[in-house]
């Protein structure tokens, strides 16, 4: 599962309404109410306005504010409020003193800083502008405040609306606006675009040359794998198929990771469930007879759909004695100035209780590496004992999606973060490249009974 369909990626501009408690008085109480008052996200183009233990959030950007959805109070303690969707997800609101707080998302690593202003914004109080010109205009103007990555891709935002604009007009059909907004994003070529425009159309598109993961890809190249690498041997198999795992002949070990999330029969696919599940799945892999006695770990996420960044961080800490920097994560916050951007917020993995692997890894991976699959294998590169990256370029998309709505009540996602390296570099776009370049899964390699990244992964391990 990508981040354009991941419920933490987008739950603070789609909340839904679930039940909420009754708080004693107290500080708990006395804590609830301080974070009463309206608040706007530091970047994401939100407004959460929270009274009396309701939270409405308001998607707004330079030229509209949409109400979107709402929460109720689940809970709160001395030193902050949680309110839990009705699809499961948590979030966490913890003030910082009187005029701001953070805002936790369950299962994305990270906090989001809100800061207090005096009230909605006058867009938000009235009734917002309809028709397709309006729609235009909000999905135009809501890439062009938030989107990261037009000057990287040579995209001139502008130009593009100088070009569609004066093709909308008060009769535009929904097939032809839906064809113009989707034809305003292709050129983009980022997995993390998506257009839902209900009976009328999606769209997504991903890098030219690469395949989207999917459940028939996953069960071909599970199979192959099975007969040729493992020599007909089955991957014990953990989290509903999602984590396999084999020893090999050699002594090293073979992780195989489809996605990070979809793990459990939780109808909510909660990160809260997902990481019980993944902990069992690792507790039972990476046992201290087992670390001890590895000469190697092969970590395969060539066919990996992403999910939750939280449950990548989780693995990594089982592969770590010492805590180290996987990544900083960035917003663009100024809607006049494509290069503004948040301070920094470092992600460390910290080490894991219990047994953890800390010897030589492999990872594989491809242009089907998507998302939070490119995260964890982001999180890997400046691991203590050692990661080698083998294979294909991952697919170049790392931001959490932020979830907008249109309208006339269509769905749109876009990413508006940047996932940074300790030297500031980001690999949106192009991806990870590997450090050993081979061939992934071509009808070639196929044909040829070949799978030159795993055996280039086993001779690596082998020589250390």
Not at 36 to 61: E, F, P
Not at 254 to 267: E, M, N, P
């Amino acid at each position: 599962m990508s981040k354009a369909a991941s419920k933490a990626a987008t739950a603070v501009a789609l909340l839904a309404v679930t039940g909420g408690v009754v708080l004693p008085a107290g500080p708990a109480a006395a804590a609830s109410r301080s974070v009463d008052g309206v608040w706007r996200t530091d970047g994401y183009g939100t407004v959460l306005s929270i009274a009396d233990g309701h939270l409405q959030t308001y998607q707004t950007n330079s030229v509209s504010c949409l109400k979107a959805d709402s929460a109720e109070r689940a809970s709160a303690d001395a030193g902050s409020a949680t309110f839990t969707t009705g699809d499961g997800t948590v979030l966490t609101v913890r003030p910082q003193g009187s005029r701001a707080a953070s805002l936790h998302v369950d299962g994305s690593p990270g906090d989001r800083t809100l800061h207090r202003v005096p009230a909605l914004p006058d867009d938000c109080t009235r009734p917002a502008p309809t028709g397709p010109v309006a729609t235009f205009d909000v999905f135009w103007q809501t890439f062009e405040d938030n989107y990261p990555f037009f000057a990287a891709k040579g995209i001139d935002w502008h130009a593009v609306r100088d070009t569609y604009r004066p093709r909308i007009g008060a009769q535009t059909s929904d097939a032809e606006l839906f064809a113009v907004l989707s034809e305003m994003v292709q050129p983009l070529y980022d997995a993390h675009v998506h257009i839902d425009a209900g009976a009328t159309g999606c769209f997504a598109r991903i890098r030219p040359g690469t395949v989207m993961p999917g459940p028939d890809l996953d069960k071909r190249v599970r199979a192959y794998i099975e007969k040729r690498d493992l020599g007909g041997r089955s991957l014990r198999y953990y989290a509903k198929d999602r984590i396999g795992y084999a020893d090999l002949p050699g002594g090293q070990g073979y992780l195989r990771i489809s996605g990070f999330g979809g793990y459990t029969d939780d109808k909510n696919d909660s990160y809260a469930a997902n990481s019980a599940e993944l902990r069992r799945a690792l507790d039972d892999i990476l046992t201290p007879e087992r670390t001890a006695r590895l000469r190697g770990l092969i970590i395969d996420l060539r066919i990996n759909g992403g999910g939750s960044d939280s449950l990548g961080l989780e693995i990594a800490s089982r592969l770590t004695d010492r805590s180290y920097l996987a990544y900083s994560k960035v917003v663009r916050n100024d809607p006049a100035d494509p290069s503004g951007f948040t301070r920094p917020q470092p992600v460390a993995v910290q080490p894991a209780q219990g047994a953890r692997y800390t010897g030589p890894v492999a990872v594989l991976t491809s242009g089907s590496t998507v998302s939070a699959g490119e995260t964890f294998t982001q999180a890997l590169i400046d691991r203590p004992g050692g990661t080698a990256r083998v294979g294909e370029s991952t697919q170049g998309v790392f931001s959490d999606v932020l979830g907008r709505s249109l309208p006339n009540g269509w769905e749109f996602g876009m990413p508006n973060e940047e996932f940074r390296t300790r030297s500031g570099r980001t690999f949106d776009g192009p991806g990870i490249p590997p450090q050993y370049p081979e061939p992934v899964f071509t009808e070639d390699e196929f044909g040829h009974h070949r799978d030159s990244a795993f055996d280039r992964a086993l001779a690596l391990l082998t020589r250390r």
